[in-house]
Structures are given as C-alpha cells and as structure tokens.
C-alpha cells in the first residue's frame, strides 16, 4: 500500500516534468478526438475541461473505432492515449484515424502504439513508464494538455501546471488540512458503496476520477452523477429501500466554482431531501485559480481517500487482477 502512496505523491513531479518538455508543433486545430480508456482514458476528460473555456472541442471516445462520422467532415486532431501502449480499444480507434487520414498525436510510454506512431510518423510524447495508469494521471493528462497547445488549441499552461503541481504537493502531504479532509470522508466511506456526485465542467469530471479510484484502489463499487440531471431521476430512487441505502451507501459532493449557480441550492435541497436514505459523508470544494489547478486539488484529495479506503479495508490497492485476467481472457479469443 506504501507504493501507491508514493505514486499518489508523484502527482506534483509529474506535472512539472511535462511543464518542461516542448511539445511537437501539429499545426492548428479547433476539434479535438481523444481516444483512450481507464485511467489513460480520463486524461481526455481533464484535458476538455480545461480546453473549453478557451473555445477548444475536446470530444471524448472510450471504445473502439471506427472514429464518428462526424470526424470525416470536421478531420480533427486525434489523439491516442495509452499509457502502456497496448489498449486494444485505443490502438483500434488509432488506426481507424490513420485509415481516414486523420492527424495523429500519441501519449504513451511505448507498446504497439509506439511502435505505430514510429510505422507512421506519428509526433508522440513518451512518458515514464513504471506506474500504474491510474497514477500517472499527472503525466498523461499534462501531456495530453501540451499536445493542445502544440496544435495552437491552447494558450501556454505552463504557468498553471506550476500552480497544479504546488497544490498537489501540499495536499498528499500528511500534516495537511486535506489530508484530514480526506481521512474524515474515507472513514464515513468505510464499508459502503461511495455514490460522489459533481455539478459543473471541473466538478463532475473529477467525481468520475473519484469514481474509478474507488473502483480499482480499494476494489469496492462506486459509481458517479451529476447535478442538475440526478434531480431529474436518481433523487426519486432514494424512496424505496431506505432501510438498506441508509446502510450501505454513502455520498460525496464535489464542488467548483464555476458550477452554475443554481448547483448550491439544487446541493443542498437533494442533501435535506435524501439524509433520511442515505448519509452524506461530506463536501470537497476546489482550490486554485486555474481549471487545471482546481481539477488537480479534487483529484488528489480523491485519490487519498480512495487510498484510505484501500486501507481500512485491508486490500492492496496497486494489482488490478479481475482486470488482468479479463484482458488474458480476451486475448484467448479470435476476433470474429
């Protein structure tokens, strides 16, 4: 559990690495294609919140190709991220983009989609290898980021990544307020399946993070929602099996502060009218100035918390072997 830890503290120094590379220059690109899964996959999701203020389309594909027809007509940059290089569904909808003509940019640390990018003159930025995926979220996202900007979609982040990397620092370090923050969230988690709800661009991307963290660092079921849409449907979902949610669940807020202003009261109307089926173990505000910094601080206080949980609840938090032996049962198979 010690090395994860020290993966999770890592955060800081990735980002700061990938601060100081050049990124490749791909010309100019106002829609982006980000194709990648898991915690390579996510990279995507940070990288269009931080884009689209800025007036970049970063639209998000976890699956495999072909690439949507819409593609064809827009002939955006895409992006193939896989922080092995050998994620099945990334290399299909990377050759997919190949087959349409489409510019490519790669993230990864070398695998088959290496060796792509090298058959195709693909620019690649190639990270350190050695982590698990999930915990090279600073250099697979930042890297992602420096390849918008290589394609003009993007001012220079540099700046912000400085920002980032300093509140990641601060807070996995064990003496802060965070860390306390996340102890007291972990331990009203503990035993329960975490429901961690978002309401804005930086709030909801960061609740599914939470989300898959969960999932894979303490291997417990979670899953995520988003304000106002949950008001429309999961809040009723709370009025039939309150004797058994009221034990077995549990949730979190994430707030930012460009959630819409209506996302307050919406928060604290589903918390009053819900306590009586399910505990709410607390709120997590962003901190920083920047989207990319405000995203990091949500991150790193998940990525604690579902540490923690791992933790308490006795499992190592770094094997995925469900996930393994998921992919050796794939590969025993012929494609049809």
């Known amino acids: ?45 940070y990288a269009a919140a ?33 922080y092995s290089g050998n994620t099945e569904e990334t290399l299909d909808a990377a050759r997919s983009a190949q087959e349409m003509g489409l510019t490519v940019a790669v993230v990864t640390t070398g695998g088959q989609l290496a060796e792509l990018a090298g058959t195709y003159g693909w620019p690649m930025i190639q990270v350190p290898a050695g982590l698990q995926p999930r915990a090279a979220a600073g250099y697979m996202i930042g890297a992602t980021i420096r390849l918008l900007e290589g394609a003009r979609a993007l001012d220079d982040q540099r700046f912000n990544f400085d920002e980032a990397a300093r509140l990641a620092d601060e807070i996995v370090a064990e003496d802060s307020r965070q860390w306390d923050v996340a102890r007291r969230i972990a331990d009203a988690l503990a035993g329960r399946i975490t429901i961690v709800y978002g309401g804005g661009p930086v709030s909801s991307t960061v609740a599914q993070r939470w989300k898959t963290q969960i999932n894979e660092n303490a291997k417990m079921p979670a899953w995520w929602s988003v304000l106002p849409e949950l008001d429309h449907n999961e809040i009723v979902g709370w009025e039939t099996l309150p004797e058994l949610t009221r034990q077995a669940l549990a949730v979190v807020a994430l707030t930012d502060r460009d959630d819409h202003a209506r996302i307050r009261a919406r928060l604290d109307h589903t918390s009053a009218l819900t306590q009586y089926a399910v505990p709410w173990a607390g709120e ?16 790193a206080v998940g990525d604690l918390v579902s540490w923690m949980l791992a933790d308490s609840a006795g499992v190592d938090p770094v094997p995925v072997a469900t996930i393994e032996k998921l992919k050796k049962l794939l590969a025993e198979e012929k494609p049809a």
């Open 50 to 82: 931080v884009a689209g203020p800025h007036g970049t389309r970063v639209t998000v594909l976890k699956g495999y190709g072909p690439l949507p027809a819409w593609a064809v007509r827009a002939r955006p940059l895409v992006i193939a991220a896989s």
């Open 284 to 299: 997590v505000e962003s901190e920083g100035v920047s989207v990319l910094a405000r995203l990091i601080s949500l991150t």
């Open 1 to 45: 559990m010690t090395d994860m830890l020290s993966q999770i503290r890592s955060l800081g120094d990735q980002l700061r690495w990938v601060a100081e590379m050049e990124p490749p220059s791909l010309g100019t690109h106002a829609d982006v294609l980000f194709a990648g899964m898991g915690g390579s996959g996510i990279a995507g999701d």
